[in-house]
Nanobody, 123 residues
Framework: QVQLVESGGGLVQAGGSLRLSCTASGRLFKIDDMSWYRQPPGQPRELVATITSGGSTNYADSVKGRFTISRDNAKNTVYLQMNSLKPEDTAVYYC?????????????????WGQGTQVTVSS
């Protein structure tokens, strides 16, 4: 069993900053891509940023230049530094990771989600 636990959400004024963290734990042997998604009220979930195990990153156009994704492989943790926050960044933010696990003695990969953390940006 693998768990992703997020932290760092909250209420912030427009122009402010927040840093989200997500740590993976459990019976895993490797973590590939780690990503942050968000789901604004009444809207579908959308990809915000992805980082590979080698450190390559990709961002949604709406957050480029404002958000930075990073990871600490030794801690199985991914971060999302969010600067210059806007009211339209208000959403529940979810961590996602592609994790290698052993199932019946066979290496396999599965995607796991965190429970979500609320980010609210006031105008």
């Amino acid at each position: 069993q693998v768990q992703l636990v997020e932290s760092g959400g909250g209420l912030v004024q427009a122009g402010g900053s927040l840093r989200l963290s997500c740590t993976a734990s459990g019976r895993l042997f490797k973590i590939d891509d780690m990503s942050w998604y968000r789901q604004p009220p009444g809207q579908p979930r959308e990809l915000v940023a992805t980082i590979t195990s080698g450190g390559s990153t990709n961002y949604a156009d709406s957050v480029k230049g404002r958000f930075t994704i990073s990871r600490d492989n030794a801690k199985n943790t991914v971060y999302l530094q969010m600067n210059s926050l806007k009211p339209e960044d208000t959403a529940v933010y979810y961590c996602h990771a592609v994790v290698g696990v052993i199932v019946h003695s066979t290496p396999s990969k599965y995607g796991y989600w965190g429970q979500g953390t609320q980010v609210t940006v006031s105008s």
